[in-house]
């Protein structure tokens, strides 16, 4: 009967090793997902004269680049996101600027140069994986960023 029991115990412990490593998998696996290319505002809300400072973290292997035409579109929520609407660009769209693997890109937004309405909104900016400056950009991808409200 002893033995039984031991035997039943050990079993036991074995199955909750096995359930605690295969719970810690799937939270490596899952859980800890990163976004390979980030892009976020320095604060969550601005007043319409305000800088809007972005910055761009790239943790992939490749150098990821950006438009000389249209390096970010400011996007308002209306239900759903809508991009404020855009001249169009006089010259080639040519790749301008790039992140480096494991880098840091900054840039600053002035935006009393816009007409921005009072809202939540976001940046959608297209990016090149890969690309080389001077290039012909395409799409390879659109990093959004987090949200930020817009005050008067």
């Known amino acids: 009967m002893a033995e039984k029991l031991t035997k039943l115990r050990v079993f036991a412990l074995a199955l909750l090793i ?7 998998v799937l939270y490596l696996q899952y859980g800890l997902k990163k976004e390979p290319i980030k892009a976020f505002t320095e604060k969550k809300s601005y007043s319409a004269s305000d800088e809007l400072k972005v910055e761009i973290k790239n943790s992939t292997k490749n150098k990821v680049c950006f438009s000389s035409c249209y390096p970010y579109l400011m996007q308002t929520k209306d239900g759903g996101w ?3 609407n855009y001249s169009q660009c006089d010259g080639q769209n040519k790749v301008d600027a ?3 693997s494991n880098g840091l890109k900054a840039f600053a937004i002035s935006l009393n140069e816009m007409f921005i309405q009072p809202a939540m909104h976001r940046l959608a900016i297209p990016a090149c994986i890969g690309c080389a400056v001077g290039e012909q950009f395409r799409v390879d991808k659109i990093l959004y960023s ?3 409200e817009i005050k008067k």
Request: glycine share 6%; proline share 0%.
């Open 98 to 100: 790039c992140v480096d």
């Open 146 to 148: 987090n949200e930020f």
């Open 82 to 84: 809508e991009n404020y």
């Open 18 to 24: 096995f359930i605690f490593l295969f719970g810690v």
